[in-house]
């Protein structure tokens, strides 16, 4: 691996550009070794990727007794009528061969006395198919082995530091990036020619108030592919965990599910267990039933609070080390007191719509991980499948450009005309997650997600910096599919249509073009309903 520290981008000698240090990303520039490829991360590799924090594992059915078949039918089941069936089969047969990839790599998987791999059980699954590291370690353990991987290959050089605002396009087809340096007010755009982009700059997580993604998951890929004109799918459906810890931090760290598998109930301000009323498992409801829940009684402005006093006491620390450490550093003593939370947006099962090879509908363009929409997810993501789908398209994308010749990149790029300042006005970028986390959240209605539209649209026309540019279009997506989605299916709850409509079964595709015609007709229906002051 080579690091620039220059600004030579035009020159950077590969005509593969991969943007993104995650999973996605760097599992795709080990795959495409020796094939020469620049890779573009926002933040320092190891920072600023969601995969570092993944506590669970990668789901695979690697256990004697357990099958691909089963597995597909666990995902179908969790994605409530929109998972491409074919895409979850394929998805859950190359499950070993990915994971033995991993294994080479370098990462510990826990292994059984046998030596085997070691499997755990996670909501959902019929079957114990989850690998993983020393417990909750799995993405840390991730990361790190594929930075070492990297680092020790010689054809992937890495620019850390840049992040990409747009993609720069010629007749319908990419050809090249434009750029800027992360965590300067005021920087210079650079653009950077290349023959084919793979877009895996993660989710979308941090466009809401609360969220457990780093700040980088702002949606800038999404954003940036849309704007290039690509096919965007299913953008409304947002996975929100139920039990965020609000303890003022920002991401909001997890308080894990099995809390409440040890007996650890949700209770409000008033110490009324509200789960009891809304499903027969109560706290061990499905994850998006108990996201609503906690939801109601917050915006009833009753609280919400994990209480784990008599389940744990003071076993607490021995047994959740990782939340209670949490709780402590911010004053909140778990052993003795509820434990404030609130719903937190989690993961994107929507983002740029891909084939069975991971392209676009770009020419130029693929995109794996979690900006990608592979049609896996569906309205819900089933635990642990996301860092699968991440190894298996990045694979399929490296095995498709691999034995691609693209000659030469062009440097014969101009620069978009974009404001110069990058750095994000914080009282706007406020009030965007504000509302993306009151109207286009865990409960949704056609007047909030209407005013949430005309203000992203609005945001978006006049943005004073591409950051804020890029934040205002992926919420425009986001909101403007949720607004004509009219009914209830997986993670997206409306509640003036609570049902799953039958005739609603399909996937959403959109563009930036639908978003903001819906954005001007709902623009218009307001100003024609304004009374007319005399
Ligand atoms: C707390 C938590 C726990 C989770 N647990 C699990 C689990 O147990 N199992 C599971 O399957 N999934 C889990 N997930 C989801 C999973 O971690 C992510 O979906 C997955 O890691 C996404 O990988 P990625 O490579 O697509 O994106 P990321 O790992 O998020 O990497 C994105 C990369 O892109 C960079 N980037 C972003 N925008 C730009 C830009 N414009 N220009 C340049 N670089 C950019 C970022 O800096 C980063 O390097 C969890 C997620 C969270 C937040």
């Not at 789960?275 to 109601?296: K, N, Q, S, W």
């Not at 591409?466 to 205002?472: K, S």
Request: with cysteine; hydrophobic share 45%; proline share 4%.
């Amino acid at each position: 691996m080579s690091t620039t520290s220059d600004l030579d981008f035009a020159h950077s000698g590969t005509d593969v550009v991969i943007v993104g240090g995650g999973l996605a990303g760097l599992f795709c520039a080990l795959k495409l070794a020796p094939r020469p490829v620049t890779v573009i991360t926002a933040a320092p590799l190891g920072e600023g990727a969601s995969t570092a924090w993944a506590q669970g594992g990668i789901a695979a059915a690697v256990a004697e007794g357990d099958s691909a078949e089963s597995h597909a039918a666990d995902t179908i089941a969790v994605g409530a009528g929109l998972v491409d069936e074919n895409v979850a089969l394929q998805l859950a047969r190359e499950a070993g061969p990915r994971i033995r990839d991993l294994l080479e790599y370098g990462v510990p998987f826990d292994r059984d006395l046998e030596g085997r791999l070691a499997v755990s059980r996670e909501a959902a699954h019929s079957a114990r198919r989850i690998v993983h590291v020393r417990g909750d370690m799995a993405g840390q353990a991730i990361i790190t082995a594929l930075i070492k991987a990297v680092r020790a290959t010689p054809s992937i050089k890495v620019i850390e530091g840049y992040f990409a605002e747009a993609l720069l396009t010629d007749g319908g087809s990419v050809v090249g990036l434009q750029l800027r340096q992360a965590g300067v007010a005021i920087s210079r755009p650079i653009t950077m020619p290349a023959r084919a982009v793979v877009l895996a700059t993660g989710g979308i997580g941090h466009l809401y108030a609360v969220t457990t993604n780093p700040v980088e998951a702002s949606g800038l890929g999404l954003a940036i592919a849309a704007r290039a004109g690509a096919l965007i799918a299913d953008p409304e459906f947002v996975q929100f965990h139920p039990t965020a810890i609000m303890v003022g931090r920002d991401p909001a760290p997890l308080a894990t599910e099995a809390l409440r598998g040890e007996g650890a109930t949700l209770i409000n301000g008033q110490g009324e267990r509200f789960m009891l009323a809304l499903h027969p498992l109560a706290e061990l409801a499905p994850r998006d039933i108990v996201a609503r829940g906690v939801f109601a009684e917050i915006a009833a402005g009753r609280g919400a609070f994990l209480d784990a006093r008599t389940a744990l006491g003071a076993h607490f620390a021995a047994e959740f080390p990782t939340v209670y450490e949490s709780c402590i550093s911010e004053g909140v003593d778990p052993a003795t007191q509820p434990i404030p939370i609130a719903p937190a947006a989690h993961y994107h099962m929507g983002g740029i719509a891909v084939d069975m090879h991971g392209r676009s509908s770009l020419r130029g363009l693929w995109a794996a991980g979690e900006v990608s929409c592979t049609g896996a997810h569906g309205a819900n993501r089933l635990a642990s499948n996301s860092l699968l789908e991440a190894v298996v398209y990045a694979a399929r994308i490296a095995e498709d450009i691999g034995g691609r010749e693209f000659g030469a990149a062009s440097g014969r790029i101009d620069e978009l005309p974009m404001a110069r300042n990058a750095a994000l006005g914080a009282a706007q970028e406020a009030e965007l997650r504000q509302l993306m986390s009151g109207n286009v959240g865990v409960i949704r209605n056609a007047d909030g997600l209407a005013a949430a539209v005309r203000r992203f649209a609005a945001m978006e026309a006049g943005a004073s910096s591409t950051a804020m540019l890029n934040m205002a279009t992926t919420a425009l997506l986001v909101s403007t599919a949720a607004w004509s989605r009219l009914e209830s299916r997986g993670a997206h709850y409306r509640s003036d249509h609570p049902a799953e409509n039958p005739a609603l079964a399909d996937r959403t595709m959109t563009t930036l073009a639908d978003a903001r015609d819906t954005a001007a007709s709902l623009s218009d229906t307001a100003r024609r309903s304004r009374p007319v002051v005399a």
